[in-house]
């Protein structure tokens, strides 16, 4: 018998409403987080898809002076690099009401993601986990946080049962060295969505959780058809 999947899709007429929405959802995590436990940790992508997200939550009225926020992947480049997912975070994330956050970056100032490992690791390590929220992203290849098609530690990263929190990764369509949280610590998490929009991705997405021809090679595949937490799609057009 077939495990049933775990995986739910909102799909929205707008990336506005998709935005708010996720945005509203997120809030309310994070405040059940401070009622329940005095604080809340939440971790996030990069890349084009949740620049309306990040604007939408950085409005959220919320006790964001005990919120930590970190990344689930980053490209090797300090914060004054536009490629830098921290940079992203920084300018449309934590603003307004969510200036109060404390970020947890992974980008170290080590020369190579394998240098700086063990500090990422020790930040990581010292959050108090599970995360309230994970938000990830996902690239046309099928990539999501860093896990890309033919990266040097891609199977150590998916590893289920793997005990890296975190692992540098390079590939041939990742541009430059990365950092990434593994499967496992993604997955260590109250809540997990996954924040995607266009056509081209929706139907990756369907290929991928369906195993179709390449698409069952789709690094996302992972987090579509694992059974530890339950993934909710926010798609828009
Ligand atoms: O490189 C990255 O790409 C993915 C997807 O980005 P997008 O631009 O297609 O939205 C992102 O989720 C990841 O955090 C980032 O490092």
């Not at 599970?130 to 990830?136: G, M």
């Not at 081209?200 to 690094?219: E, F, H, I, Q, S």
């Amino acid at each position: 018998m077939t495990a049933q999947l775990n995986v739910t899709t909102h799909s929205f007429t707008d990336c506005q409403a998709q935005a708010v929405a996720l945005a509203e959802r997120v809030a309310v995590r994070l405040r059940a987080a401070l009622i329940e436990r005095g604080r809340a940790v939440l971790a996030v992508s990069g890349g084009s898809t949740p620049k309306e997200f990040f604007a939408r939550l950085s409005h959220a009225a919320l006790d964001w002076a005990n919120v930590q926020v970190t990344l689930v992947d980053e490209r090797w480049v300090p914060d004054s690099d536009e490629r830098s997912n921290a940079r992203l975070v920084k300018s449309l994330l934590l603003q307004h009401a969510a200036s109060a956050a404390q970020f947890v970056p992974l980008y170290t100032g080590a020369p190579t993601p394998e240098q700086g490992l063990a500090e990422a690791d020790a930040r990581i390590d010292a959050l108090p986990l599970p995360f309230d929220a994970v938000i990830l992203g996902m690239g046309d290849d099928g990539h999501t946080a860093s896990f890309f098609p033919g990266g040097d530690h891609l199977a150590e990263a998916l590893d289920p049962d793997g005990r890296a929190r975190v692992l540098p990764m390079r590939a041939p369509a990742a541009g430059e060295p990365r950092i990434t949280l593994s499967l496992p610590t993604v997955l260590e998490t109250r809540a997990l969505y996954l924040l995607v929009s266009g056509e081209k991705k929706r139907d990756l997405l369907a290929d991928a959780r369906l195993g179709l021809d390449t698409a069952r090679n789709y690094p996302v595949r992972a987090v579509l058809t694992q059974q530890r937490v339950p993934v909710a799609v926010y798609w828009c057009p």
